[in-house]
């Protein structure tokens, strides 16, 4: 499986950035997918994940009412849509895929991509 990220960049506090993630090869073997984030210095940090069919969409606490999770099953891709940044949303931003029943288990990475927010 390969992950392909786009749509980071800088953007003011407040603003509104879009990230795609488009998913090839053995796509049949996924049955999550979703983002982590990194900040330098800190650890690397789930933000959101979806299932395969889309039904289930789980946001961690930082981002919840900001960001919305969604996918296009006929093109194998997922969406970050990300309003209201703040500044501490400053990170790069990895897209994964799980393939076991532990969905924000990360099988596979994408390459990443850089969010800054500027205050």
């Known amino acids: 499986v390969q992950l392909v990220e786009s749509g980071g960049g800088l953007v003011q506090a407040g603003g509104s950035l879009r990230l795609s993630c488009a998913a090839s090869g053995s796509t049949f073997s996924i049955n999550a997918m979703g983002w982590y984030r990194q900040a330098p210095e800190k650890q690397r940090e789930l933000v959101a994940t979806?299932?395969?069919?889309?039904?289930?969409?789980n946001y961690a606490e930082f981002v919840k009412g900001r960001f919305t999770i969604s996918r296009d099953n006929g093109k194998n891709t997922i969406f970050l849509q990300m309003n209201s940044l703040k500044p501490e949303d400053t990170a790069v931003y990895y897209c994964?895929?799980?393939?076991?029943?532990?969905?924000?288990?990360?099988?596979?990475w994408g390459q990443g991509t850089q969010v800054t927010v500027s205050s």
């Open positions: 979806i299932t395969s069919g889309g039904a289930i969409t």
């Open positions: 994964y895929a799980a393939t076991s029943p532990a969905a924000v288990v990360a099988r596979y």
